[in-house]
T-cell receptor, first 113, second 110 residues
Framework: EAGVVQSPRYKIIEKKQPVAFWCNPI?????LYWYLQNLGQGPELLIR????????DSQLPKDRFSAERLKGVDSTLKIQPAELGDSAVYLC???????????FGQGTRLTVV | QKEVEQNSGPLSVPEGAIASLNCTYS??????FFWYRQYSGKSPELIMS????GDKEDGRFTAQLNKASQYVSLLIRDSQPSDSATYLC??????????FGAGTRLTVKP
């Protein structure tokens, strides 16, 4: 069974440019998370989806970040415009349902210059 | 107060020793608890989950949960150099989100 797939693995962009990250969760997993991880810190939750519904986006900086999960499967996280402080690793994880084990993709390392 | 707290370490143990990693959480309504291992430059990898009070063993790993004390721990027996990594504690909290501690960096010295 394929794991969580994220793309791209690495992205370097200039500040003020837009960027998008894509996540394909494990088949059948209803819950999808987007996390941000800075060096030396634990993952910080940005948004959680239950199927296609964003049930918690309170940590998502809505002035520049947006996300969607079409048909309750793949998800896209977008930043527009990017700032230097957005440089981090963006992680996607999925779980079968709430309270169960979550599995992570390889992550996207974003560098904003 | 952070929702999930871990000692940041670093924790250093000799090869073959027991490594003990600790985690406390603030939400008494938390339902599920996880330990992840993260090697440098890699994404977190699930190693243990625990849902009820007591111990759960899986090979060299034992997770311990005490909901009354809001405390969860991970013991690694017969530690190996390949266990050197950052260990992340994760908790499903009151708002049903899975939140992480900052992680404890473990070094196992040959």
């Amino acid at each position: 069974e394929a794991g969580v797939v994220q793309s791209p693995r690495y992205k370097i962009i200039e500040k003020k440019q837009p960027v998008a990250f894509w996540c394909n969760p494990i088949s059948g997993h209803n819950t999808l998370y987007w996390y941000l991880q800075n060096l030396g810190q634990g993952p910080e939750l940005l948004i959680r989806y239950e199927n296609e519904e964003a049930v918690d986006d309170s940590q998502l900086p809505k002035d520049r970040f947006s996300a969607e999960r079409l048909k309750g499967v793949d998800s896209t996280l977008k930043i527009q415009p990017a700032e230097l402080g957005d440089s981090a690793v963006y992680l996607c994880a999925s779980s079968l349902r709430l309270y169960t084990e979550a599995f992570f993709g390889q992550g996207t390392r974003l560098t904003v210059v | 107060q952070k929702e999930v707290e871990q000692n940041s370490g670093p924790l250093s143990v000799p090869e073959g020793a027991i490594a003990s990693l600790n985690c406390t959480y603030s939400d008494r309504g938390s339902q599920s608890f996880f330990w992840y291992r993260q090697y440098s430059g890699k994404s977190p990898e699930l190693i243990m989950s625990i849902y009820s009070n007591g111990d759960k063993e899986d090979g060299r790993f034992t997770a311990q949960l005490n909901k009354a004390s809001q405390y969860v721990s991970l013991l690694i027996r017969d530690s190996q150099p390949s266990d050197s990594a950052t260990y992340l504690c994760a908790v499903n909290t009151f708002d049903n989100d899975m939140r992480f501690g900052a992680g404890t960096r473990l070094t196992v010295k040959p």
